[in-house]
DNA sequence: TCCATAGTGGACCGATCGGTCCACTAACGA
DNA sequence: TCGTTAGTGGACCGATCGGTCCACTATGGA
């Protein structure tokens, strides 16, 4: 039996569903978007939609897996599988997040909205700060040869700030525009951590 | 003719929707937050929260007023009037922020949920971070000395700390959860802008 | 005491929500 | 060529949305 084959018109509108909804869950967040509005901007109705997705949940479950993986796919391109100092990867991160803003301004939504039952996109992206947390941490053991516990919390510190830097950038203020001051703090609390 | 005296009951009604509406919304979202949810919690009927507030974005952004107000009082109580260093500021809002979380979870929400029609709320609330940046960037020029860009950069990088960690809390990790290590990110800060 | 008014209770409105159903088309394998 | 199936179009569902309306109660001032 040969694999079937997937028909172009279908992947093709998993991506256009996909990509709409990605851009509306990153200016509304997932109560504010409704299915309809995601049919309307995909050109979709609304049956193609449950047919590639069970249900609104699963449909930003994908949405979440799906940005990342877009997201992730620029970033370790910038990257090029080197080992990053803070102050290097923080900057990677708050310029290729200003260029594919959509995946984490959907996740810092889904972090602070609670629902009566869990969201799994919620949950996905909560398991992906995670794995990031603990990646950079290691790669900070190696590049700045501090301790894994002083590690650890180089890495926290560098998630905040990019978190906090694009919030100030969706807040509209322009203060942390310029990824060199986060650069610049990064590098002296290495340098404070290590000479301790 | 003497002020009319506001009925007790009107008041208390006020402020009865006015905290059911602030939880809910730090939970759910302006998007996610519907009248009838605030109604339930409130034990009050739709009808008095629309006697009391013309619509719902008039209802929301007397929340984030209100909210920021309350938790301002008890900001102000500690930090007594006195002139902070950035690392006392950054130790005294995080602290604060954890035990009244709900001002800053829904300013959080809606500086990244849009709307068709711009939120009241989420005009008041840049407009409170703009003056923050202003009231904290003209402190750390007085307590610590350096110039005025550099103290605007300082404003900055607390506030994007302060936001940063407390993102990191309603995510459920702990790794920030003690304010000391903000406090030595911006310390090591400040000995590295003075020295420059 | 009696009237004016602040505020409550609840029925009700049209629009929209997430989701279902089913007829239908187009392309594929046999 | 023909049957099967992936995928589309659109009508439709009950529930809930933000908001309105109005009868009603309770209270304070005259």
Do not use: C
């Amino acid at each position: 039996m040969v694999e079937r084959i997937t028909r172009a018109n279908g992947e093709a509108s998993r991506r256009r569903i996909l990509d709409a909804a990605a851009e509306i869950a990153g200016e509304r967040g997932y109560a504010g978007t409704s299915i309809s509005d995601v049919s309307s901007r995909s050109g979709l109705p609304k049956s193609s939609i449950y047919w590639h997705f069970s249900d609104k949940d699963a449909l930003f479950a994908a949405v979440i897996e799906d940005s990342y993986e877009r997201w992730l796919e620029e970033f370790n391109i910038r990257v090029s599988a080197r080992d990053l100092t803070p102050q290097e990867l923080v900057v990677l991160l708050h310029d290729s997040l200003a260029d594919f803003p959509a995946f984490l301004r959907f996740g810092h939504l889904v972090i602070l909205e609670w629902h009566d039952t869990e969201l799994s996109a919620r949950a996905k992206f909560l398991d992906i700060r995670r794995r990031s947390l603990q990646n950079m941490s290691a790669m900070f053991e190696r590049t700045t040869g501090v301790d894994a516990p002083a590690a650890a919390s180089l890495a926290a510190v560098a998630l905040a700030l990019v978190d906090g830097a694009f919030l100030a950038r969706a807040a509209g203020e322009n203060t942390l525009a310029d990824s060199s001051a986060l650069a610049a703090v990064l590098e002296a609390f290495v340098d404070r951590t290590r000479t301790i």
